[in-house]
């Protein structure tokens, strides 16, 4: 069985522009949670699903941020008119239910460079 | 928003070195984890405490939650230069599913 996996691994952007990042989680896997990591710091929650339910997206930074899980597997996290700000790698991680001690499984990232 | 500080914030040793990195928070969480991450990978968890004053071993990794659940620590016996990584400790508070994680600290181990 693969892990989490997301696509593509690095983007670059000129500011303004509009970026969707992908997460394959792993199969089976209830809940999906998606993470922005800053140089230097910890990763911050931005948005949660339990299936294709959004059960939580209070750590999205601004209304430019959208993140969807049409069908309960693949999540998308769409990021509109793109500010320098918003540089960062950005996590995808799956757990098998929703259980708060779970073990998240976390992707490699999608690193964003914002020019 | 509950706050995680790490600490040091970065350590470099030699290889046979013990060392010890600390989790603190003013915040009681109910369960409390550790995580490795690596340059262009995703964070890997390494143990999960939930009971106050818990001690887990995992080879020569060990791990202790405070009694008042709102600390944690981890030493690491005869460091190796495959422990190099960021170290993150992430909390959880009841039935919230949501991690609050600490900066990490990024521990290089030279041969």
């Known amino acids: 069985g693969a892990g989490v996996s997301q696509s593509p691994r690095y983007k670059v952007a000129k500011r303004g522009q509009d970026v969707a990042l992908r997460c394959d989680p792993i199969?089976?896997?209830?809940?999906l949670f998606w993470y922005q990591q800053a140089l230097g710091q910890g990763p911050e929650f931005l948005t949660y699903?339990?299936?294709?339910?959004?059960?939580?997206k209070s750590g999205l930074p601004s209304d430019r941020f959208f993140a969807e899980r049409p069908e309960g597997s693949v999540s998308t996290l769409k990021i509109q008119r793109t500010q320098q700000e918003d540089s960062a790698v950005y996590l995808c991680?799956?757990?098998?239910?929703?259980?708060?001690?779970?073990?998240?499984?976390f992707g490699p990232g999608t690193r964003l460079t914002v020019l | 928003t509950q706050l995680l500080e790490q600490s040091p914030q970065f350590l470099s040793i030699q290889e046979g070195e013990n060392l010890t990195v600390y989790c603190n928070s003013s915040?009681?969480?109910?369960?409390l984890q550790w995580y490795r991450q690596e340059p262009g990978e995703g964070p890997v968890l390494l143990v999960t405490?939930?009971?106050?004053?818990e001690v887990k071993k995992l080879k020569r990794l060990t791990f202790q939650f405070g009694d008042a659940r709102k600390d944690s620590s981890l030493h690491i016996t005869a460091a190796q230069p495959g422990d190099t990584g960021l170290y993150l400790c992430?909390?959880?508070?009841?039935?919230?599913?949501?991690?609050?994680f600490g900066k990490g600290t990024l521990l290089t181990v030279n041969p």
């Open positions: 991680a799956s757990s098998l239910e929703e259980r708060e001690i779970d073990e998240q499984f």
């Open positions: 199969s089976g896997h209830v809940s």
């Open positions: 699903f339990q299936n294709e339910a959004q059960l939580d």
């Open positions: 915040s009681v969480f109910s369960s």
């Open positions: 405490v939930v009971t106050g004053g």
């Open positions: 992430a909390g959880a508070r009841g039935s919230n599913y949501k991690l609050t």
